[in-house]
Structure formats: structure tokens, C-alpha cells
């Protein structure tokens, strides 16, 4: 199929109407009545509908092929249509959110675990993956830090790579990279909210995630909600044009996020949709999600000379070669198969990589010599909202069956079946929950427990889109269960199921042991049973700093010093940047986790002292395994830059690798420094490393580290 012989055959709308991107609900006139707000007032013709040239939300090979026929029946060119969907952490078989694989410090892991969800996505008709997210987060009140890889730069872009590479493996889906720009950055942790920054800080922390993933192939990016230092990301010429298209040299296509265009109105950008069609086509947006304004308005610009043909053959050129490089022309329904999408939705290859990613993503926040359980003779009272929920899979997770999820109960009693296990659920999940009626229950089972598994959190659907929050910490019922259980005087090891890190310091004193299982997927409790009984070793790390209260925030590790720089909580000094009424520190730093062994780093040395420009050095360190299980360790490398042009952070994580090492066993590892990994932006935009001293740390957490300093001549 020729591109531009198909163009110069279309018409102008049927142009605008590859453009144009619905929900399939329109095409099911018994549920076109269900649709409301912006999904109501499309204006559209039912020959429109046939021509739109992409479909969103659409879970199964069954809808595809039925409306892709009906597509093909009545579209004049045979262009066939594009599907698309939410796959963030799974199709069907689920794997722990993307903050949860971030814990992991693992590409390898989250890049076969996208794969497998490309493999059911694209046997159940999916072309698109609306995924990876990669929106730096500094501020957990915002609800989409679930769906984000955390607060820094390094591990975002490594781990937005992976997304993509996983998606896109033998081309089975597409990755569509969000969303652009700096969405995480919401003012005060509010979703939808204005985005405001300096470019230079804009360029240096927030865009690096969106361009690794651009740079490992992504075939699409989707322009965001928000606005970006005064005007709407879909209608940022600096953000779309100069930046993505020019400088990223971004020749994939681009798609509003949901009724974004129409947005600008609300924003006060555009006076109405005409003006809304203008600014998104100028802007590059190839394609308009669940919004009509680009097929009612576009000939009109045109006719008037705003837009051009040019322009809007640009667009449609991006369309039709993302077609058909996913084979489209030739195959419409390509990869599409009901029978092997049955034969995927959780079948053991994929149940097993996602306890892998599980067991994995789990952060060992503390331990006081509890754990691991040791098997058999005990009872042991399963309490909490948690313990026998199958509502663990996590925000996003649309094509999921919540019945396949492995409860925490399920895999304690598979996981040690010579254990007496007895459950009270205590009280309930929700959000602001005072009921506490189910307490004397739990109190009752716990009386005649040896020990107490306690598994408390955030409810799912209280963490995502459109769930921002002011308060972190356990609703008030879960709270006096646990400090009910607490006056028992039995140990207590505690299960903490959140979408974000939620604010501890309350409660962390009630815990024996605590485990962190973020929202962690179908095989949830089967990984979770697995750890606390030893037969996995802890091994994930804090991808967010765990603030010590909701006033911190943002709260991230990689920040500026101050002037009156505040040393520490006993700091004498009045006038340092610090508050009166909390430590500046987190509760729990980027980058820590315990294990049930100990690692020792060792030996850490350098190549040389001195970097010429335009050379490199090399960093080496002994890790060893001095404790008696077998373990993996997440060594990591940070830099300071002591002093430059522009203040830098006190620490910035540069690198990162996790290593298995049996007991008593050591490696021996390497890590590279150039003159790129020291670049950072001028308040000029320019990108370079500034001659002067540095120091390289290596250590198992952002504040568990040992030092070298050298310099750049």
C-alpha cells in the first residue's frame, strides 16, 4: 500500500475522520443513551462514525472483528480502523502497578512483563497500548502516582524504556507514551490541575521520561490534560512542535487524552471549538480522542487559509504509516484471535511472571527479626480489609477478572498449609471508614493467635485518575483495629496494600514487621505468602520517598540545598529551611528496602581521580552477601556536582543494578562515568557538564552510601 496515493485519494473529510478517535459504545445504539457529558454532544453522523479512523476501549476480539467488518464494509478507501485500550499493567493477567514495578529496580522484569501483556492485548483485537505513563511524580497526594515510576528522573527513563520495549516486541502492539507533558506535576497533588514550572526545570527532570521512551521506539505519545506554564499541553506550540516533533525529532503519531481539545474552552484558552480544532491541528495532534472538532470545523479552517491541506496530510501521513507499519492494510484484524486470547488470560506462563513481578515489587519496610515465618505449629489471625479481598489488582486494570486474584488468606494457607490460619475481616476499606463494629471479632481471633498478620491499606479505587487526596494515612476504622491489636501484646507483622506511599508515622510503631505490596496484581497473595514465610527474599526498594506528613510534600531526594540549609533535626539554627513541626527528612528514603540478609559494599574505587572532557572513568565495587539466605541487592550510583552555574541537586541517581548472590557469595561491579551522564541544562536550555568536582556515590538506598570524589578537567 502506497501512502501517498492513498492520501491524494481522500477526500478532506475523510481525512479529518482518520483523525478523529470514539468509543464504541456509539456504535451500539442500546447503550448510545448511557453516554453523557462530553460523550453526548459529538454531533456526528452515523457516516461519520464509519469513517473515524480509531476506536478506544475495546476489550475483546469479539468487538474488533465485529465492528472492524462493519468498518471495512462502509469505509471507501479499505482503511481499516485502529484499536486501542488502557493496558497499563496487564490485559487480563495482571502484574503490580508501575509504582510497584518500580520498587523492583528491575527493567528486565517490568520489559517480559509488558510483553506479556501485548501477547493477550493484541490476541484480543488491541493495536495501541495506552502506556507506559511516564509522568515524574514528586507529590503522592496525586492519585495517578500509581500509574507512575516515582520521583526520579534515571529510574523513569529506564523503566518507560522497558515499557516500550515490551509492548512493541515483534511488533505486536504499539506503545503510546503519557502524558505529555509533565502531568505529574499537578499543583497540589490535584488530577486535572494547572502545571507550572520553570522550562529549565521542565527539560532537566519532567521531559526525560517521555523521551526515553520516544527514543526506544515509541510509535505514539498522547498529549495531556494539563496546562504547562499557562496554556493547554494540546495546544502548546513550544511543548508539541518545538520540543517533541523538532528537538526529539517525534515523527510518530500524537493523540489527545479524552476530550482534551474541547478542554481548552474550559481552560479559557479557546473561545470555542473552532478555535480548539486550530490549536490541536497546529499543534500537531494527529488525532482527537472523543471529540468531534477536528471533523466538523477542519474544512472550515482550511476553506478560510488557517490551516492548510499540508498540514493536515501531515497528520493523516503519521495515521496511515503507523497502520501500516502494524500490518493493517494487509491483515485488518492481524494478531486478533479469541481462541489464543482464552488460551493467554491466565494461563501459568503469565500467573508465574506476575508473581515474579510481585515478589519482586514488595518493599520490607521493617523488621524486627519476625520474619520470615518459620512453617507449621502455629495460629496465626489473618485480620484486616486486605486479607481475604480479591480487589488488589489496582487502578487500570479494565480487562481484569477480580474473581482470578489470589487473596493474601489463599496463599498463606497454600503456602503453609501445617499453619492454623483464622480470619476476621475487622472493618471495612473505605475511605474515611469510622465503623469499627467488626473490631471484637478480630480481637477475638487475635486473642488465640500465636501471631497477628494484619493487612490494612487504600482501596484501589482510591488511588488512580481523578482519586487525588489530602490525607494519606489509614482510615480511622483501620487505624483503631490496629491499635486494638496492638494492646493484645501478640506480634504483629503488618501487609500494607496502597496505589502511592501512604503517611506511616502514626502507625509504624504498631508493626513488628512491615511489608509493603503497593496494589500488586491477580498473583498478589500467593507472593506476598511466599515472603513472609521466607521462600522469597525481599528485594524491593522505595521508588517515592515515604513522607513523615502530608505537609512535605513535594517531597523527593534529588533537591536543591538552600542558603540556610537545616543540618539535620537537632539543628539549633531557627532560620534554616525547616519546619517546626516535622523533621525534613522522610519517613523512608528513594531507594530503601530491607532483606532477610545483609549486603556489604566494598572495595568501591575509581579508574582515576580526573575525567578529561570528552572521556570517561570507571567506577568498581565488591557487593557481598554476608548474611545466611540468598538475596538480591540493588546497588546504586548517585553523583553530586559540588558546585555549578546553576545550583545542582545534593544527590542524582545515575545508575542502577539489581544482583542475586547466594550467601557468602560477592560480585564485582562496574559503572561508567562520561561526560554525558555529568550534562545537565543552563538556565539557557543548552545541555553540557561544567568542568569542576564531583562526587560518586555507591551505596543500597539514597542515604546508605560511601563516596569518591574526582573531578572534570
Not at 452 to 461: K, N, P
Not at 512 to 528: F, S
Amino acid at each position: 500500500m502506497d501512502v501517498e496515493q492513498l492520501l491524494q485519494r481522500m477526500t478532506l473529510r475523510q481525512k479529518l475522520a482518520q483523525m478523529t478517535q470514539l468509543h464504541p459504545y456509539l456504535f451500539d445504539e442500546s447503550k448510545v443513551d448511557e453516554l453523557t457529558g462530553p460523550n453526548s454532544d459529538l454531533k456526528l453522523s452515523e457516516d461519520d462514525l464509519y469513517l473515524c479512523g480509531s476506536l478506544l476501549n475495546t476489550f475483546w476480539a469479539e468487538t474488533r472483528l465485529n465492528l472492524q467488518q462493519k468498518h471495512m464494509e462502509r469505509d471507501p478507501n479499505a482503511i481499516p480502523m485502529l484499536f486501542m485500550q488502557d493496558v497499563i499493567h496487564g490485559h487480563r493477567t495482571i502484574y503490580p502497578i508501575p509504582l510497584g514495578m518500580a520498587a523492583t529496580f528491575n527493567p528486565q522484569l517490568l520489559q517480559d512483563c509488558a510483553e506479556m501483556a501485548a501477547k493477550e492485548a493484541a490476541a484480543s483485537g488491541i493495536d495501541v497500548c495506552f502506556s507506559p505513563m511516564a509522568d515524574l511524580c514528586r507529590d503522592a497526594r496525586w492519585g495517578r502516582i500509581a500509574e507512575s515510576f516515582g520521583e526520579d528522573p534515571y529510574l523513569n527513563e529506564q523503566m518507560t524504556a522497558a515499557t516500550v520495549k515490551g509492548y512493541q516486541a515483534e511488533n505486536r502492539t504499539a506503545a503510546c507514551v503519557k502524558h505529555y507533558a509533565a502531568y505529574g506535576a499537578a499543583e497540589a497533588g490535584r488530577d486535572y490541575n494547572t502545571v507550572d514550572m520553570s522550562l529549565r526545570t521542565l527539560h532537566e527532570y519532567y521531559l526525560k521520561g517521555y523521551e526515553a521512551a520516544v527514543k526506544a521506539g515509541a510509535k505514539m505519545v498522547m498529549s495531556s490534560f494539563n496546562t504547562l506554564n499557562g496554556i493547554p499541553a494540546a495546544g502548546n506550540r513550544y511543548l508539541m512542535n518545538d520540543v517533541l516533533r523538532n528537538k526529539n525529532s517525534f515523527n510518530g503519531c500524537v493523540v489527545t487524552d479524552y476530550n482534551a481539545v474541547r478542554e481548552m474552552i474550559a481552560h479559557g484558552f479557546a473561545e470555542n471549538e473552532k478555535e480548539c480544532a486550530y490549536h490541536a491541528i497546529s499543534c500537531n495532534n494527529d488525532m482527537e480522542m472523543m471529540s468531534s472538532t477536528y471533523l466538523r470545523f477542519g474544512e472550515e479552517l482550511v476553506k478560510e487559509g488557517r490551516l492548510s491541506v499540508a498540514q493536515i496530510d501531515e497528520c493523516v501521513r503519521r495515521i496511515l504509516t503507523l497502520k501500516q507499519e502494524l500490518g493493517l492494510f494487509e491483515s485488518p484484524n492481524r494478531h486478533t484471535d479469541a481462541k489464543l486470547a482464552d488460551e493467554l488470560f491466565y494461563c501459568k506462563e503469565h500467573l508465574d511472571i506476575c508473581q515474579a513481578a510481585a515478589e519482586e515489587s514488595c518493599v520490607l519496610l521493617k523488621n524486627n527479626g519476625i520474619l520470615p515465618l518459620q512453617k507449621g505449629g502455629k495460629t496465626i489471625a489473618v485480620v484486616g480489609p486486605f486479607a481475604k479481598s480479591k480487589a488488589l489488582i489496582g487502578t487500570w486494570a479494565m480487562a481484569a477478572d477480580e474473581s482470578q486474584t489470589h487473596t493474601l488468606l489463599d496463599g498463606l494457607q497454600k503456602t503453609s498449609p501445617a499453619d492454623r490460619f483464622t480470619f476476621a475481616e475487622g472493618c471495612t476499606m473505605q475511605l474515611g471508614e469510622e465503623d469499627v463494629s467488626g473490631v471484637p471479632l478480630a480481637l477475638s481471633a487475635a486473642e488465640q493467635a500465636d501471631l497477628i498478620i494484619v493487612a490494612l491499606g487504600e482501596a484501589q479505587w482510591d488511588s488512580g485518575e481523578g482519586a487525588s487526596r489530602t490525607k494519606l494515612r489509614l482510615s480511622p476504622a483501620q487505624k483503631t483495629l490496629l491499635t486494638q491489636l496492638k494492646k493484645t501484646g501478640k506480634p504483629i507483622v503488618g501487609v500494607i496494600f496502597a496505589g502511592r506511599p501512604l503517611v506511616l508515622t502514626d502507625v509504624i510503631d504498631d508493626f513488628d514487621a512491615l511489608l509493603y505490596a503497593w496494589h500488586p496484581g491477580t498473583m498478589g497473595g500467593d507472593a506476598i505468602a511466599r515472603l513472609l514465610y521466607g521462600e522469597v527474599c525481599p528485594s524491593g526498594v522505595c521508588p517515592v520517598s515515604f513522607a513523615r506528613d502530608e505537609g512535605q510534600f513535594p517531597l523527593y531526594y534529588n533537591h536543591y540545598t538552600t542558603g540556610r540549609p537545616c543540618h539535620g533535626d537537632n539543628d539549633p539554627n531557627a532560620y534554616s529551611s525547616r519546619y517546626k513541626d516535622c523533621s525534613n527528612t522522610p519517613l523512608f528514603p528513594f531507594g530503601y528496602g530491607l532483606s532477610y540478609t545483609q549486603f556489604a559494599v566494598e572495595g568501591f574505587t575509581l579508574s582515576s581521580e580526573t575525567m578529561q572532557k570528552g572521556g570517561s572513568i570507571t567506577a568498581t565495587a565488591r557487593v557481598k552477601n554476608v548474611g545466611t539466605v540468598a538475596g538480591k541487592a540493588a546497588l546504586q550510583w548517585y553523583v553530586r556536582d559540588r558546585f555549578g552555574s546553576c545550583v545542582r541537586p545534593v544527590l542524582e541517581l545515575k545508575g542502577f543494578e539489581k544482583i542475586a548472590l547466594a550467601p557468602g557469595e560477592e560480585k564485582s561491579v562496574s559503572f561508567t562515568l562520561t561526560e554525558e551522564t555529568l550534562a545537565f541544562y543552563h538556565d539557557d536550555l543548552s545541555l553540557f557538564a561544567e568542568a569542576g568536582d564531583f562526587d560518586l556515590y555507591c551505596g543500597l538506598s539514597s542515604v546508605d552510601t560511601i563516596s569518591l570524589p574526582f573531578r572534570l578537567v
